[in-house]
Nanobody, 123 residues
Framework: QVQLVESGGGAVQTGGSLRLSCAAS????????MGWYRQAPGKQRELVAA???????NYADFVKGRFFIFRDNAKNTVYLQMNSLSPEDTSVYYC?????????????????WGQGTQVTVSS
């Protein structure tokens, strides 16, 4: 199995910064796209940013210029640097990963989610 463990969430004031980390562990042959999503109470989960194994990045419009996603493939870890935070960024942030693994009879790509980490931005 594969586990994604997030860290780095917390409470900051408007204009502050946080860096989230998500480390994947377990039976991993490789990881394709890794990404961050967020979900606020009463709202749907939405994409924040994603990065491919070749470091192609995709950002939601509401974070462009403020957030930066990067990864360390040797550590199977993805990061989200969040700057210029505002109360609208308050949410639970989830990481996900498309993991290539041996499934007993073949290799296949499976999608995994982390448990989520709370980010709270106060005005």
């Amino acid at each position: 199995q594969v586990q994604l463990v997030e860290s780095g969430g917390g409470a900051v004031q408007t204009g502050g910064s946080l860096r989230l980390s998500c480390a994947a562990s377990g039976s991993i042959q490789g990881i394709n796209t890794m990404g961050w999503y967020r979900q606020a109470p009463g709202k749907q989960r939405e994409l924040v940013a994603a990065i491919t194994s070749g470091n192609n990045r995709n950002y939601a419009d509401f974070v462009k210029g403020r957030f930066f996603i990067f990864r360390d493939n040797a550590k199977n870890t993805v990061y989200l640097q969040m700057n210029s935070l505002s109360p609208e960024d308050t949410s639970v942030y989830y990481c996900n990963a498309d993991v290539l693994r041996w499934r007993g009879s073949d290799y296949g790509t499976e999608h995994y989610w982390g448990q989520g980490t709370q980010v709270t931005v106060s005005s």
